[in-house]
């Protein structure tokens, strides 16, 4: 029962308390109203039906003493022959008789009790006979000699008897009427004793209800607060797993602890919250450190080192897959340009090896010329061993043909690569850019939970008591707001870290790619040098060729074949600067390949 009472609201409380007291207060009122005209009827019937028929009653007594004095006045008045008084006395007697009639008519309603009413009747036939001989003697002293008789007649026993009877019966209706007055006196009495009595069980009765209904209101108040208080200390104090209860009531209380459980469930999310925001702040700061390291390393010309993958996942996992990519891309074309500089020196010494046997070849060549007629034989040998060594040279050249191509081909790639490393830090950044976007929403949900926590603080001050347990979780979500704005710029930090480290990252990017336009521009040089020591070794092995197919004639040629032999020491010559320039240039990037650790 008290359990259905304490569900209802506030409203229907304080209306079932008020109507029942209402209630009680109106059905004493009523049994007190009903005792009061109980007793207004009883007074008014003393005083209506009492007292004023016992001063009527008196009035008749005393109308019958003044009757039998007027009479007395009467005889005195025919012994005196005072015909004046006598009429008088007539007058009087007649006045008396009216004013008793009308007495005992108004007395005769205020008869209640039948004894009484039976004893007035006799009273009224007695006074009949009593006046009826008043009216004998007032005949007795009209005529001449009946003075004599009227005397007689007043102090005959009859007539005493009868005047005394009449006296004495209306004395006894007015004892009886004032015994019935006492009686009625003392039934309003007791009744006032009742009245009384019934007020004060009445005002006894309700004020204990009052008090009753004041203390159940009181408790089915009290103690759901007292639970929703320590609720909201249990929030206070990080205890977010109790059971809130009341949340089934459809009351106040009802609406109350599911504010209770809502607020309990914004703190569960916000704690969530916050340590979500920390773990991701967390790897954020070892995701940039560990990026910045190798990031560091990379801009240094270690290319060895790389981010590590364990325990990652999400955008943190995507950007150091990217960065590893990057670097490992960086590290495929270094050791790529390292191997295809290694092979241009070898083949820039061989080519330099070669140019100088061309040369002594040539030279040998041209100073036998001068001789051809006496060494024959020597020219065509030297001319076979000349085109042995040409088309061991276009070999080389071949060879160094390729290498160049190769190395052209490779430091496209490597082109294409950093431009791939650069859109790749293009995206970080913009990555970066994200989340910062996505921390300023952070800040800007910190900033209104704040404004809420604070708003709360108000609204909690304006509840006064029973509003300090939501002072104090507004309090924490003020300080867990703060946290997170706090957490938010330290992320903001690291983020602008990474973005200053990315912009870095770029940097090394383009200047990498310089030196591999660099190193693209030299192979380009070196294959043109090539190409154009092929064409040379090619004029090379025709003017050779000639030489042979023409060792016949030499005698007639050897103008010729001393030219050709001069053109064979410049051929010789070029390509040996070629190869000279070919090997500094190899030198050249061997050194700057060098400076990168892969």
């Not at 207060?25 to 005083?47: A, M």
């Not at 005959?156 to 009868?162: E, F, K, N």
């Not at 009445?202 to 009753?212: C, K, P």
């Not at 081909?409 to 995206?427: H, R």
């Amino acid at each position: 029962m008290f359990s259905r009472f304490e569900k209802l609201t506030l409203g229907s409380k304080l209306t079932i308390a008020f109507l029942t007291i209402i209630t009680l207060i109106t059905v004493v009122s009523g049994v007190t109203l009903w005792r009061i005209k109980l007793l207004v009827d009883s007074t008014e019937q003393i005083y209506s039906k009492d007292l004023v028929g016992i001063s009527l009653v008196r009035l008749v007594t005393t109308d019958i003493n003044s009757a039998g004095r007027v009479v007395n006045r009467l005889l005195l008045g025919r012994e005196q022959m005072d015909t004046v008084s006598m009429k008088d006395a007539q007058k009087t007697i007649e006045a008396i008789k009216k004013r008793i009639d009308i007495a005992l008519d108004k007395a005769k309603s205020t008869l209640i009790r039948p004894a009484v009413k039976a004893q007035f009747v006799t009273a009224e036939e007695d006074l009949a006979l009593w006046f009826k001989s008043v009216d004998e003697l007032i005949k007795l002293t009209e005529s001449e000699d009946g003075a004599n008789k009227a005397y007689q007649m007043v102090i005959s026993p009859r007539y005493q008897d009868l005047t005394n009877k009449a006296i004495k019966n209306f004395a006894d209706i007015a004892d009886a009427k004032v015994e019935g007055a006492e009686k009625n006196y003392e039934g309003n009495v007791e009744l006032a004793a009742q009245l009384s009595l019934v007020v004060w069980a009445g005002l006894i009765i309700v004020a204990s209800l009052s008090v009753l209904l004041g203390v159940v209101i009181n408790r089915s108040i009290k103690q759901p607060i007292q639970g929703l208080s320590k609720s909201l200390n249990d929030l206070a104090i990080q205890k977010l797993d109790v059971m809130v209860p009341y949340v089934n009531y459809k009351n106040e209380i009802g609406l109350m602890a599911r504010d209770v459980l809502t607020l309990q469930g914004s703190l569960k999310e916000a704690a969530d919250m916050a340590a979500l925001v920390e773990a991701n702040n967390m790897k954020a700061q070892q995701t940039t450190q560990q990026i910045a390291e190798v990031i560091s390393l990379a801009a240094a010309g270690d290319f060895t080192a790389e981010v590590s993958l364990a325990d990652k996942e999400g955008f943190f996992l995507d950007i150091s897959s990217q960065v590893n990519r990057l670097i490992d891309m960086s590290r495929q074309s270094f050791v790529a340009i390292s191997r295809n500089a290694s092979t241009l020196a070898s083949s820039s010494e061989e080519l330099a090896a070669v140019s100088t046997q061309m040369s002594s070849n040539a030279e040998e060549t041209s100073a036998q010329a001068k001789a051809v007629s006496n060494a024959a034989s020597e020219v065509s040998y030297n001319t076979q061993t000349i085109a042995a060594s040409v088309e061991e040279m276009s070999a080389t050249i071949r060879e160094i043909s390729m290498n160049a191509v190769q190395a052209s081909t490779v430091a496209t790639q490597a082109v294409s690569l950093a431009q791939q490393a650069n859109s790749t830090m293009t995206k970080l950044d913009t990555s970066s850019l994200e989340i910062g976007n996505v921390l300023k929403m952070i800040s800007s949900i910190a900033e209104q939970t704040n404004l809420l926590a604070l708003n709360a603080t108000i609204e909690a001050a304006r509840a006064g008591e029973l509003g300090k347990g939501f002072a104090v979780v507004a309090n924490e979500v003020k300080e867990l707001a703060r946290q997170t704005a706090k957490a938010t710029d330290e992320i903001g930090g690291n983020i602008t870290s990474i973005q200053a480290n990315t912009k870095a990252a770029v940097a090394a990017i383009v200047e990498i790619t310089n030196v591999i336009n660099r190193i693209n521009d030299i192979s380009g040089m070196i294959a043109s040098a090539v190409e154009e020591q092929a064409a040379t070794t090619g004029e090379m092995g025709r003017n050779v060729t000639a030489a042979a197919s023409s060792s016949a004639n030499i005698a007639s040629n050897i103008v010729y074949v001393s030219e050709t032999a001069q053109n064979t020491t410049e051929g010789a010559t070029n390509s040996k600067v070629a190869a000279q320039q070919l090997a500094e240039i190899a030198s050249e990037l061997q050194g700057l390949v060098n400076k990168f650790k892969f």
